[in-house]
Structures are given as structure tokens and as C-alpha cells.
């Protein structure tokens, strides 16, 4: 996907195409949530020294935990949560024409928790996407595809497929979908 382009379309030949682009995409948000995590520890382990006793790092620190014991699949309830405990973690920001600006030690430590929950967020959305393809590669699409996706935010999120004979793969389309429902409503 393109760097740092919230919306786009994408045309892939194949569903394998896609999945392997998705998965390049799932490897960079890691590598970044690395990256971020190890900043934070540091960070934390910088201030300890200096900032430990105070009640605002001990709630910062508490969150460190939790991130780095993070289960892939973390729940939406989870999520609620942690941001519920955080909102309240600093009021040294100062609104700036729809900015928020902070010089304090806190703030940065909560940027650097804001973008690791949300690069974790992306991932999670990614394999679910990477999973919903995997199911669809093994259905049979037939060749002389061209999947034309819409990104949004990174995550692809419609697909449209075309084939060279667009009226008869329309049909056969439907016929697998309406079969699938039936298939599905039948228990069978």
C-alpha cells in the first residue's frame, strides 16, 4: 500500500497478490510496534530515576505491562478500557488550531502509547482481512481475475471482481452466493 496515503484503489491479478501484500503490510506495523516499544521501555527506564514516585508515571508505567503481555487477539472491550484509563493520564496538552501541543515527559510518553495501540489496531484489522482472503483463495474464482480493491486507511475494504467475460462471471457469481446462502439457511 502507499505509504502514507489513507485511501486508494488497488488493482491485484490475484487473490494470492493481495494476501501477500497485506502480510508485507502486517510485517511493517510490527516491526514498527517494535521499533515504538522498545522507545517506550527506554524512555520509562530514563525516567524512572528521576520521575518514578510520581503518580503519573506509576499509571504509565502500569500500561507498559499489559502492551508487551498483549495478546493478538485483544478484545474490543479491552480496548475501551485501556482508553478509558488513559484519557485521564495527562492535561498538559494545550489545543493549538486543532493541534494538541505538550513539552512534558508525560506527554510523549502517552504518543508513543497512542501509536502502538493504533498500529495494533491496524495489524488486528489486517489479519482479519488476511483471513477473509485465505478463505476466499480456496473458493474457485476462476483465472483472468482482476481484483480492483478499495483501501481505506490502509485496510482493504471492497473488493470488486472483474473477469475478461464480465456477463458470464456476474452470473456464476450470483449463482455461488445464492448457493451459499441456501447452502448455509439448509444446514447442509
Do not use: C
Not at 66 to 95: C, H, Q, Y
Amino acid at each position: 500500500m502507499l505509504e502514507g496515503l489513507g485511501t486508494e484503489i488497488r488493482s491485484f491479478h490475484s487473490l494470492r497478490d493481495l494476501r501477500e501484500s497485506i502480510e508485507e503490510e502486517i510485517d511493517q506495523y510490527e516491526a514498527v510496534v517494535d521499533e515504538y516499544s522498545q522507545w517506550l521501555g527506554s524512555f520509562l527506564r530514563d525516567l524512572e530515576e528521576t520521575q518514578g514516585n510520581e503518580e503519573w508515571f506509576k499509571r504509565v508505567s502500569s500500561f507498559q505491562r499489559p502492551l508487551k503481555e498483549k495478546t493478538k487477539r485483544k478484545s474490543k472491550k479491552d480496548v475501551k478500557g485501556e482508553k478509558r484509563k488513559k484519557a485521564g493520564t495527562s492535561t498538559e496538552w494545550i489545543a493549538y488550531k486543532g493541534l494538541m501541543l505538550g513539552a512534558s515527559e508525560q506527554g510523549e510518553a502517552e504518543i508513543l502509547f497512542d501509536a502502538i495501540e493504533e498500529l495494533n489496531k491496524k495489524s488486528e484489522q489486517l489479519r482479519k482481512v488476511k483471513s477473509a482472503l485465505e478463505n476466499l483463495e480456496k473458493s474457485t474464482l476462476g483465472k483472468d481475475m482482476i481484483y480492483i480493491t478499495y483501501v481505506h486507511d490502509g485496510v482493504p475494504e471492497k473488493i470488486v471482481l472483474r473477469h475478461k467475460k464480465d456477463k458470464e462471471f456476474a452470473e456464476k457469481l450470483n449463482f455461488a452466493a445464492d448457493f451459499s446462502v441456501l447452502k448455509q439457511a439448509y444446514g447442509t
